[in-house]
């Protein structure tokens, strides 16, 4: 399997199942894109898979500095928590203390996932809730991303040393975090290596920063469910995503509901849980297009259609011309690709 992959500005053809572990290995953060067509200038590539990659940055430039629950209002909670952190250490601002959200879920999200949580997620970061999760491959990372992408404020909690941001594919997104005003935060001296079972330790930290933990998708043996059951001990709120059940990745937030964990079915559940009064009208998002083939496309993807091949048939555009505007729409940043053909608004 080929690939048209970017490393520092320049085009270079690789084979990605080859030369993705190598790449990180080096220091890369590598991104995988969707399958589609791009539009660069003077040349429409077709390729399998679009590979972004750019040179991960470096810790030196932030200072790791080190505190205890006592000296911050937004760590506060985590004094009343079984084995609380006596100490800890972070890089960034930690934020002041205001309605905060936990999200977690699989390391291997569905289509169905991403576009929850984009939804979710960017709702709750637009009206200021902070987030928290643990910069992981998959339902955490998307979170921050979301978060990020709203304008929100993030916090990620890691499970290992702050000398070396795991996992190194998402230090990319570390570094827009605390671009962002949001902090990076582990409990564990800034030397200590990457060990599987410190990963466990601190899940009790994510759900103890949190009023409320949302479980967006899990296995029925899935490593989220030990945040669910630490929130659970620690007194805060679990809510879960209810999903179809044929999936393997729904059957641990379907039992959670089952066993009387609030679903979610909408940001305002959250947020009416969370005791948010908002008497102001919603924004519009309407958005007028110069193209009138975006604006066709647009105006699905905000209107709830996702599929690729709907939104083709839908809007009676050509192949060539939908990529060439779904491509100007997640280019400016409009859309998001959650791969499988699939797409959601911003």
């Known amino acids: ?200 330790e601190r899940n009790r930290l994510i759900s103890g920063l949190a009023d409320i933990v949302v479980v967006i998708e899990a296995g029925e043996r899935s490593g989220t469910l030990n945040t669910a059951s630490h929130a659970l001990s620690q007194g805060r709120e679990v809510m879960a995503v209810p999903g179809n059940i044929t999936s393997h990745l729904s059957i641990g937030c379907n039992k959670l509901i089952a066993d009387g964990a609030a679903p979610v079915l909408s940001a305002q559940d959250i947020i009416d849980r969370l005791g948010i009064q908002d008497t102001s009208e919603p924004p519009s998002r309407t958005i007028r297009f110069d193209s009138p083939d975006a604006q066709k496309i647009y105006d699905l993807v905000l209107a709830g259609e996702h599929d690729g091949d709907r939104l083709i048939e839908h809007t009676g555009l050509s192949a060539p011309e939908f990529t060439m505007a779904v491509s100007m729409l997640e280019l400016n940043g409009y859309i998001t690709a959650l791969g499988g053909n699939q797409w959601v608004a911003r």
């Open 1 to 200: 399997m080929s690939a048209m992959c970017k490393v520092e500005g320049r085009y270079l053809t690789t084979d990605v199942q080859s030369n993705i572990y190598m790449l990180e290995n080096r220091g890369y953060n590598v991104h995988v894109g969707r399958r589609f067509s791009v539009f660069l200038p003077m040349t429409l590539f077709n390729l399998s898979y679009i590979i972004l990659i750019v040179k991960t940055f470096s810790m030196n430039k932030y200072q790791i500095k080190q505190i205890t629950p006592n000296d911050s209002n937004f760590l506060a909670p985590l004094n009343d928590i079984d084995q609380p952190a006596r100490r800890l250490w972070y890089i960034g601002e930690l934020p002041e203390r205001r309605p905060t959200v936990a999200i977690v879920g699989s390391r291997k999200p569905t289509d169905y996932g991403r576009a929850v949580s984009t939804q979710i997620v960017g709702e709750l970061a637009r009206r200021g809730v902070i987030i928290v999760s643990g910069l992981a491959v998959g339902h955490d990372g998307l979170a921050h991303r979301v978060c990020l992408d709203a304008g929100g404020t993030t916090v990620a909690v890691i499970g290992n040393g702050l000398n070396d941001i795991y996992p190194h594919r998402n230090q990319g997104l570390a570094e827009d975090i605390l671009k962002s005003g949001g902090a990076i935060i582990s409990e564990y001296p800034p030397e200590q290596p990457v060990l599987k079972h410190q990963f466990l």
